[in-house]
């Protein structure tokens, strides 16, 4: 193999010197031209661990005759055999162009000291402003070997196999110095050396400031390798995409994927399904819902700034739960770091329209601005034992009567309530964000140990502007401020040892909270009056877990892999305050007070075990056991209290804080009423296990056949401590089949084809027979009768890769779903003519295309471009059943939240020599349903356009400076019905400015 046609770059590796008494194997694996981390290397029948982060291992080797076994996820990659003699050592590099083809490989032994083929040191040399320093000279004194760089600060030296000391100097600059510096015989390494003058800051002299690996191949962060590498349809976001698209947490992302759109901001639909047809999981645990009243995880919880990246598995595979039907969004935080960080930053955000100028608010706690209610908002005990919990309040009429209280009582009860509900104004602040990453890797003898830990504050203010509603019920102007502030915290310990195995633990703190206030002013059509309501509402979710992971190899070859975790999630809402002026005066039936709290506790297990068996020189198999387990227990209270005119009449036309005084308690004008129901609060547990079998079976180089079968069971049981007699269950065992062919044609095409069938089962809210209301205001009536859906997948994709990072794709996929459940229209008569609930229809059926590209349009020594760009047309239809065609006006509609037409496009431009990145990102969905109506047509949220820029340069040694500015087009959020718009506002352009600096 010749150096010149293999120039590959990888980090040089700080390693010790080779002890005299011992030989070793140097191990190298390359994809192309990058590092190939992850390879499973076994050596004469012993697993003796996996490549590192630059594709390398070192083992100790005896004399004799030796067999070389590479693996990666199961699958035999290469094999070779080699021989060394008594105290020699052998360098050996593995380049594969593709994994479809035989790796081209080079060997090298040689004795302790003896000379032995040479290696390639090659990189460039800048001054602390990023600029190419010429003229600089490169040397390795032992050798006698030096080089100078050239007009763009470059440099190449040829140079035998040994560790050395390599010197860069200059007249104008301190003389940068590294020891240790290891070359490999037939590899190339790069050093990029940034000099300092003298009174530029500390001496440096005697370090090389920086060694990197340029394109380094990572699986975890490479999206086409990790999407040609599956046996599933699989899309990804790599942690270099997190970063790129700058978005600040999960749900911004997923919007860039294909097929992928998300609503309200925090739920996904992946192929026009919705959350029910949706799992999540996070490092392998099953994602619980902070979201009470849905089954969908709100992803606008997980920050950004903690994930490793995400992929989203399309078709259900057999080691994937049973409710993957649209898809599976697998998120991966943070773990082993590659090198030391030490990471202080901060960001500044201005949003026009809302930072500086005047927004609604109301009088908080004294710890809001940390995401806390200091107990300001909690309910007193005194007054949940009064009213028995918000079901029941009243005042002695006589002498002697039980369960009741006096009217000094009453009026010292409800004075135990804030007397706060009118807004006010202020003027709202700049966003701003603070974070900290501490990580640092340990090499050891037997392994590497690594910690990385990150705290993060950040608070925004956000507004819908010129908002105003034109509907059947009313015409209205109305604010909508939300101040949100985020407090995140997050540690991972780990070790991955040399002979293979690996453990992990990972602490994961979210939390977030919302202060919102609404006032809508305006025209009831109905009353006949003008109108104002008010909505006062505190929200705080939260987010706990412990993880831990590992995993083994047994026998040589069978790996065991397993997960455990405890985690709690909350939704913490209270004293949530709404209020409704017909004209000037009060409508005191509708004045509400509610507590709500929820909290779920979740314990989860899993175990997998991978046995590959070889048939023959072209047949192979990696069979795949597995088994999980978890469970949900949650704990929901909700108290509503309300108030009510008493003995004493009094004006109403007065505003609400001068009206619900103490003084008009104790004068009997006003009293509090209990208004929770029955069914409010509850109790629930929920109990999923589940074991399968899997198999991956290759037939030569071009076929792969992957079948399995999935045994679900279920339980789920809903009690009501206030309704003892109304309880809810619902048991299901399934048993879930999935086949999928991977066809290659040559090395640049694969062809994907598979069926399975998957479940989707109602939600522990979905069955209760109780009202809730949603973050919109909607009321709901749940569905105890309701049950799964079962649903028949077919999956097609075609796969077309055309150089290291670009690609092409295309994916057909169809969907029969029976008994499908959707938000339907309530069938009764009075106030429930208002109320959704939730309904088994007759059928649905789903269909779509995707269409996905990546390409390198210009890659050169100083500059980079590149364009991406995917779109997806989804088709779908459900046929309500009988009742749903009384109440709908069209017997047969598309899914809710399914978008016709979804499309993004992203440009990326990097210019290497000065650190600067710029990214323009578009997305567009088209027009969806929002909510179904009482024989009306749907309430559609149109379809628009969203734009955003991100920029970033490197500045001096440490630091970087970032630009975002997103929602530039500031299109407005319209909802229509009939093809009239019914809903609009604007939401402001965003536009921040941070700053980072490793220490």
């Known amino acids: 193999m010749k150096i010149a046609s293999k120039f590959v770059l990888v980090l040089a590796m700080l390693l010790t010197a080779h002890n005299a008494l011992a030989a070793e194997l140097q191990l190298y694996t390359f994809l192309g031209a990058n590092p190939l981390k992850g390879v499973e290397v076994e050596l004469d029948g012993s697993n003796v661990g996996t490549t590192g982060g630059q594709g390398n291992l070192v083992h100790e080797l005896g004399a004799g005759d030796h067999r070389l076994l590479l693996q990666k996820r199961g699958a035999t990659l290469a094999e070779y055999s080699f021989s060394v003699a008594e105290g020699q050592n052998a360098d050996i590099s593995v380049t594969f162009a593709t994994f479809n083809e035989e790796p081209e490989i080079a060997i090298e032994t040689y004795a302790e000291g003896e000379a032995g083929a040479p290696g390639v040191v090659s990189g460039y040399v800048t001054n602390t402003g990023t600029f190419a320093v010429a003229g600089a000279t490169v040397s390795i004194d032992e050798l006698g070997l030096s ?182 969004i697998r998120m991966t935080t943070r773990g082993m770091p590659e090198e030391p960080v030490n990471r202080l930053s901060v960001t500044g955000g201005y949003v026009t329209g809302v930072t500086g100028d005047t927004i609604d608010t109301y009088e908080g706690s004294d710890s809001d601005f940390f995401g806390f209610d200091d107990g300001l908002r909690e309910l007193p005990g005194a007054v949940r034992a009064a009213t028995n919990g918000g079901r029941r309040f009243s005042i002695c009429q006589i002498e002697g009567q039980q369960d009741c209280v006096t009217q000094q009582q009453a009026a010292a009860l409800a004075a135990m309530l804030p007397n706060i509900y ?63 502030t985020a407090v995140n915290a997050y540690l991972y310990a780990g070790y991955e040892a040399n002979a293979g195995w690996s453990v992990s633990g990972k602490t994961i703190i979210l939390r977030d909270s919302e202060d919102r206030t609404s006032v809508e002013s305006g025209f009831d059509k109905n009353e006949g009056n003008n109108f104002t309501e008010v909505t006062l509402e505190w929200v705080e979710r939260q987010f706990l877990a412990q993880q831990f992971e590992g995993s083994v190899f047994l026998f040589n070859d069978h790996k065991l892999e397993w997960r455990a975790g405890v985690s709690q999630t909350s939704r913490y809402s209270p004293d949530r305050r709404s209020y409704l002026y017909l004209g000037d005066s009060l409508a005191i039936s509708t004045v509400e007070r509610s507590y709500a709290d929820l909290t779920e506790d979740g314990l989860d297990f899993g175990l997998d075990y991978s046995l590959p068996i070889t048939f023959s020189d072209s047949i192979d198999t990696n069979f795949k056991f597995g088994v999980l387990a978890n469970t949900r227990d949650r704990d929901v209270e909700l108290v509503r209290l309300g108030v009510r005119q008493g003995s004493n009449p009094i004006d109403l036309n007065q505003d609400l804080e001068s009206l619900l005084t103490r003084e008009n308690f104790e004068n009997d004008a006003f009293r509090l009423n209990a208004r929770s129901a029955s069914t409010d609060s509850y109790t629930a547990e929920q109990t999923s296990t589940a074991a399968y079998v899997n198999s991956e079976t290759s037939f030569g180089e071009a076929l792969t056949v992957v079948a399995g079968v999935r045994k679900d069971d279920f339980s789920l049981d809903l009690d009501f401590p206030n309704a003892p007699n109304s309880p809810v269950s619902q048991e299901s065992n399934e048993v879930l089949p999935a086949v999928a062919v991977i ?227 500031d299109a407005k959020t319209e909802y229509t019905q009939g093809g009239r718009v019914i809903e609009s506002y604007r939401k402001g352009i965003e536009f921040s400015l941070g700053y980072s600096m490793d220490f």
């Open 147 to 328: 080089t100078t760089t050239d007009d763009v600060g470059a440099f190449k030296l040829e140079v035998p196999r040994g560790v050395y000391t390599l010197k860069v100097s200059h007249p104008d600059y301190e003389t940068a110095v590294q020891d240790g510096f290891r070359v490999v015989a037939n590899v190339g390494v790069e050093a990029n050396i940034t000099l300092r003058t003298a009174d530029s800051g500390p001496d440096v002299a005697g370090a090389v400031e920086e060694v990197l690996v340029v394109g380094s191949y990572k699986p975890a962060t490479s999206t086409v390798e990790v999407e040609r590498m599956s046996t599933a349809v699989t899309d990804a976001i790599s942690l270099d995409d997190l970063l790129r698209f700058g978005d600040s947490d999960v749900a911004a992302s997923l919007k860039r994927i294909v097929g992928i759109s998300v609503t309200g901001d925090r739920y996904a639909v992946v192929r026009g399904l919705d959350g029910r047809y949706i799992s999540a999981t996070l490092n392998g645990n099953l994602m619980p819902s902070t979201d009470p009243f849905r089954r969908d995880v709100q992803l606008d919880l997980f920050p950004s700034e903690i994930l490793g990246g995400i992929e989203i598995q399309k078709n259900f595979s057999a080691d994937l739960p049973g409710e993957t039907t649209g898809g599976i």
């Open 422 to 484: 009118n807004p006010k104004t202020t003027t709202a602040n700049p966003n701003f964000g603070l974070s900290y990453t501490l990580g640092r890797p340990f090499e050891l003898d037997s392994g590497a140990l690594g910690l990385y830990g990150s705290v993060s504050y950040d608070q925004k203010t956000s507004s819908r502007q010129d908002a105003s509603i034109d509907d059947l019920d009313r015409a209205s102007d109305y604010s909508w401020d939300v101040v949100s």
């Open 743 to 969: 066809y290659r044609l040559g090395d640049d095409w694969q062809f994907r084809g598979g069926y399975s069938a998957t479940v989707s089962r109602p939600n522990i809210t979905e069955l209760a027979p109780s009202r809730f209301y949603d973050e919109n205001g909607r009321e709901y009536i749940g569905c105890p009768t309701c049950v799964a859906s079962t649903i028949d997948n077919f999956d097609f994709r075609a796969e077309y890769y055309f150089g290291d990072k670009d690609s092409a794709s295309l994916a057909l996929f169809y969907k029969d779903i029976s008994d499908p459940m959707e938000r339907s229209v309530a069938d009764g008569s009075g106030s429930a003519t208002s109320a959704l609930t939730f309904r088994n229809n007759e059928a649905a059926k789903v269909s779509g295309i995707e269409l996905d590209a990546s390409k390198t349009l210009f890659d050169g020594l100083d500059h980079g471009l590149s364009l991406s760009g995917n779109v997806a047309l989804i088709s779908s239809e459900i046929t309500l059943d009988d009742v749903g065609q009384r109440l709908e006006i069209d017997p047969k509609r598309d899914l809710q939240g399914q978008s016709p037409f979804l499309a993004n496009l992203q440009l990326n431009y990097d210019h290497y020599t000065s650190g600067q990145k710029a990214t323009l990102l578009l997305n567009y969905f088209d027009d969806r349903i929002d909510v179904v109506t009482r024989n009306q047509p749907s309430i559609m949220e149109a379809g628009r356009l969203l734009v955003n820029i991100n920029y970033e340069k490197q500045v001096g040694d440490s630091g970087k400076v970032k630009f975002k500015a997103k929602n530039l087009l």
